[in-house]
């Protein structure tokens, strides 16, 4: 599996991807996930891949080299919508070609697909492609796309990340959104390629390839966790037979109602000296209790 992410702010766009394949816990590799197509003062566009890597590689090839009924490819497009379609016409070429022999051998065509760049004479976009070769767009209310095992690292993303994070603030929150995921996901793992691109270069601005070695990916991956534990601890326990819900931190009050759903044991199992609650169920609960 692997992790991708691309984040658009007002400077420019952020672009995040791990290496890691597998085909079981015997059979994993390295296969870098970003492709840049770049014709430097024309256009910078990145396409980052999630699932099958076969289809994946086929997709990025065909990109690159195929022209569409009407002319046009992913080199002469006039804008990054027309680029997008691009990119959904390859992903439903290959899917024509191999989808139904890989359904013969109980393979699903999976691929989930981040697109975004500029072209000369518009703005920067961003896109995610899905493997119907659909797609849509990034736009102020959504500054980010991922794919893969995206869970891991989307709640740093939706805390700190909005139109007017700088790149710099950007990459660093990619950078700990990946370090979740690689925590929490031995599927995703290093080395990691990490670009930057700056509004209006039309070229590929910053780039670094991550690995265990680099400096301040191993600074992101002991300060987080060090922070997080701190705030963790600063955090006041919770006080649970307060004398009411106004008194600071508490959870639960004195003499409150709330029970949990049991469901007793058979009555030949009963110890002589408990006296357990009747069972309940959802329908035996007060109106005011349903409510929730």
């Not at 599927?187 to 670094?208: H, T």
């Not at 991956?221 to 600071?248: C, H, M, Y």
Request: aromatic share 8%.
């Amino acid at each position: 599996m692997t992790y991708c992410v691309a984040m658009r702010v007002e400077s420019g766009l952020v672009f995040l991807s791990d290496s890691r394949t597998n085909a079981g816990v015997d059979q994993v590799s390295t296969f870098r996930k970003m492709t840049v197509y770049e014709n430097p003062g024309d256009r910078m566009l990145v396409l980052m891949t999630a699932g099958n890597l076969s289809i994946s590689q086929s997709v990025r090839q065909l990109i690159a080299e195929r022209i569409n009924d009407s002319g046009r490819n992913i080199w002469n497009a006039a804008t990054m919508h027309e680029a997008a379609q691009v990119v959904g016409d390859a992903v439903r070429a290959v899917y024509e070609r191999d989808a139904r022999a890989l359904r013969e051998f109980g393979i699903d065509f999976n691929i989930s697909i981040i697109f975004g760049g500029q072209i000369r004479g518009e703005r920067s976009r961003l896109f995610q492609v899905y493997a119907a070769g659909n797609f849509i767009e990034s736009h102020d209310e959504a500054l980010y796309f991922q794919i893969g095992e995206a869970k891991y690292g989307k709640p740093i993303i939706d805390r700190v990340l909005t139109r007017a994070t700088s790149l710099d603030e950007a990459a660093k929150c990619a950078l700990v959104s990946m370090d979740s995921t690689l925590r929490s996901n031995i599927s995703c793992g290093l080395p990691l390629d990490l670009l930057i691109y700056e509004n209006d270069k039309l070229a590929v601005s910053r780039f670094v390839n991550i690995d265990e070695k680099n400096q301040y990916f191993q600074m992101i991956r002991s300060s987080w966790g060090q922070q997080l534990k701190r705030i963790f601890e600063g955090i006041a326990d919770p006080v649970w037979n307060a004398t009411s819900e106004s008194e600071a931190n508490a959870l639960a009050t004195a003499g409150g109602r709330a029970e949990p759903l049991r469901v007793a044991p058979p009555q030949s199992m009963l110890r002589p000296d408990a006296h357990p609650a009747p069972p309940q169920t959802l329908a035996q609960q007060t109106p005011d209790r349903q409510q929730g």
